[in-house]
């Protein structure tokens, strides 16, 4: 109310920011925390939650801004969201701070970085935490750990990736901190799972080729610790195999672990394969006058041999001789048959008996 021309009392309306009670009391500032939006109003109203105002005379409350909150009415300044709570991305006027989303953390509920990690379920959000070992995180904001996967490992915390197992060591299950050795006679590639036996013809920690004289068959069933040495009626004159190789007729092998097979000696032969004893004696009225031969030879008419394992047969004597072959005894004597007029048997035909013939009597 103010004086008018007449001398009388004008009324007017309470300005905006301010309230007016009646009768002749003065406008009165809406005190902070409250706010008159229009004229005429004869009370302030309180700031509603979400919303404040520090100054005297507020025609509109302010909204809080992102990242603080007003809980209650009749705020004069809203409260910043405490470590690791937020309002929603952009959110103004908010009434509550929530707790940071899974893979967030902080006063701004930043996210968590590579090789760090928070649950949602993690009541603690001011913090992320490392990935344990076994485990890594390659990505920003993460709410958990991924396992290295078989043929990985990783034996730090807080890791962004997982390494590859070495070679000839391996990892058959996720989550390992390191990885295995493997077992003498099996390899591994880079980042393996399992170790494979070594291939065939190798053995050993680190597969090495069997030596000459050796051999190792392939499969994961059989040992790889170490090679075999070739058994007898065998041989092998190459390294780095997977099987032995059999003495070709004419020759042996009676010892184990051989580069090559023995020769057949003179007076003996075989027509084996892979002959695991010596070679079999030439017989009497049979010879072999070669090394490494399949037969033995038989003596010819006119020749025999009376002895075992010999190289050559012998010629009859003078005044002797043989029709037979494989002779194992001495040749026999020469007989002549004449004729005159009569059949004598003697050992010089007599003249003038001129004809005769020779026979050779041989009965043995």
């Known amino acids: 109310m103010v004086p008018a021309l007449n001398g009388g009392m004008d009324f007017v309306l309470c300005p905006p920011g301010h309230y007016c009670s009646g009768g ?77 989303g899974a893979g967030e953390y902080g006063a701004v509920c ?89 291939e065939a013809g190798k053995y050993g920690a680190v597969c090495d080729m069997c030596a000459r004289g050796m051999y190792r068959p392939g499969g994961n069933a059989i040992s790889a610790v170490t090679c075999f040495a070739c058994p007898t009626g065998t041989f092998q004159n190459a390294e780095g195999q997977a099987s032995c190789l059999p003495c070709t007729p004419g020759q042996f092998s009676n010892a184990t672990g051989l580069l090559q097979c023995h020769e057949c000696a003179a007076g003996r032969a075989s027509k084996i394969v892979a002959r695991n004893n ?46 037979l072959k494989a002779r194992t005894t001495g040749c026999v004597r020469v007989f002549f048959s004449c004729w005159c007029g009569v059949c004598v048997v003697c050992v010089v035909c007599v003249a003038p008996c001129m004809l005769y013939t020779l026979t050779i009597i041989d009965t043995h």
Do not use: W
Not at 299 to 322: A, F
């Open 24 to 100: 002749a009391a003065s406008k009165v500032a809406c005190s902070p925390g409250s706010e008159a939006e229009s004229e005429g109003a004869v009370v302030c109203l309180f700031c509603t939650p979400g919303q404040f105002t520090a100054n005297d005379s507020t025609v509109n409350c302010e909204v809080c801004p992102p990242m603080h909150y007003a809980g209650r009415e009749n705020q004069t300044a809203c409260l910043q969201c405490a470590l690791g709570k937020k309002t929603e991305d952009g959110q103004t006027g908010a009434t509550s701070c929530q707790s940071c």
């Open 110 to 198: 930043a996210l968590c970085e590579p090789g760090l990690f928070r649950a949602g379920s993690d009541s603690d959000s001011t913090v992320c935490k490392n990935c344990p070992n076994g485990y890594h995180q390659d990505a920003s904001g993460g709410a958990a750990c991924l396992k290295c996967i078989p043929g990985k490992y990783q034996p730090e915390h807080g890791e962004q990736l997982c390494h590859n197992c070495a070679t000839n060591t391996y990892s058959p299950t996720s989550n390992a901190s390191q990885c295995m050795a493997c077992a003498i006679g099996k390899t591994a590639d880079e980042g393996s799972s399992q170790c494979q036996s070594c």
């Open 278 to 323: 010596t070679c079999d004696i030439c017989p009497a009225g049979e010879y072999q006058a070669n090394g490494g031969s399949t037969l033995c030879q038989k003596c010819t008419p006119g020749r025999y041999q009376v002895e075992e394992e010999q190289k050559q047969c012998l010629d009859c004597e003078i005044g002797k001789s043989s029709s």
